[in-house]
T-cell receptor, first 116, second 114 residues
Framework: AQSVTQPDIHITVSEGASLELRCNYS??????LFWYVQSPGQGLQLLLK??????LVQGIKGFEAEFKRSQSSFNLRKPSVHWSDAAEYFC??????????????FGKGTKLSVKP | IAGITQAPTSQILAAGRRMTLRCTQD?????MYWYRQDLGLGLRLIHY???????GKGEVPDGYSVSRANTDDFPLTLASAVPSQTSVYFC?????????????FGSGTRLTVV
């Protein structure tokens, strides 16, 4: 069965520092991978997605992620964090339920705090 | 503004009562989804609908039902609420069921069952 693991529940970084959020997935074939961000009291917003091709994917707000098949990972990175990046981040993998593709399985999330 | 509207924003509900969470989208998306979000558990899929007239069960469907009479509306019903259904519920949609399309999420309904 497909699954997503985000090992870090909470991360704190200083403003201006670099950021890496970890995501590991379990999937039998080439996965569809996503990163979403959720600000407090809001719904989720898509940051970036990977389907195939170039393993380094660029997203919105200066984020990027790298797909590494050998490590079953899809880590999210940002070179310089801004205070407005404080939020919860979710990694997700495309899944099948009852033969219907198109659903997502989400990790449990990583909460990012940014120190001034 | 195009998007997803969820109602109510929040609700306190007595156990055993029936409740319908409303979800309406104006983007003419074919596929719609209901997720619940619980602290430490992330988002879990309750039910989905790939197109009007069809629905399917997700990871945690027990105690919930859905209908999809038209493209725009995808209500979620709790027939007899229990405290374990206290959660934040998110409705989402995408143009088609393919992963080539990203999800659009509503702002959520915070439900407390007492």
């Amino acid at each position: 069965a497909q699954s997503v693991t985000q090992p870090d529940i909470h991360i704190t970084v200083s403003e201006g520092a670099s950021l890496e959020l970890r995501c590991n997935y379990s999937y039998g074939a080439t996965p569809y991978l996503f990163w979403y961000v959720q600000s407090p009291g809001q719904g989720l917003q898509l940051l970036l997605k990977y389907f195939s091709g170039d393993t380094l994917v660029q997203g919105i707000k200066g984020f990027e992620a790298e797909f590494k098949r050998s490590q079953s990972s899809f880590n999210l990175r940002k070179p310089s964090v801004h205070w407005s990046d404080a939020a919860e981040y979710f990694c997700a993998v495309g899944a099948n339920y009852g033969g219907s593709q198109g659903n997502l399985i989400f990790g449990k999330g990583t909460k990012l705090s940014v120190k001034p | 503004i195009a998007g997803i509207t969820q109602a109510p924003t929040s609700q306190i509900l007595a156990a055993g009562r029936r409740m319908t969470l409303r979800c309406t989208q104006d983007m003419r998306h074919n596929a719609m989804y209901w997720y619940r979000q619980d602290l430490g558990l992330g988002l879990r899929l309750i039910h989905y609908s790939n197109t009007a007239g069809t629905t399917g069960k997700g990871e945690v469907p027990d105690g919930y039902s859905v209908s999809r009479a038209n493209t725009d509306d995808f209500p979620l019903t709790l027939a007899s609420a229990v405290p374990s259904q206290t959660s934040v519920y998110f409705c989402a949609s995408r143009p088609r069921q393919s992963h080539n399309y990203g999800y659009t999420f509503g702002s959520g309904t915070r439900l407390t069952v007492v």
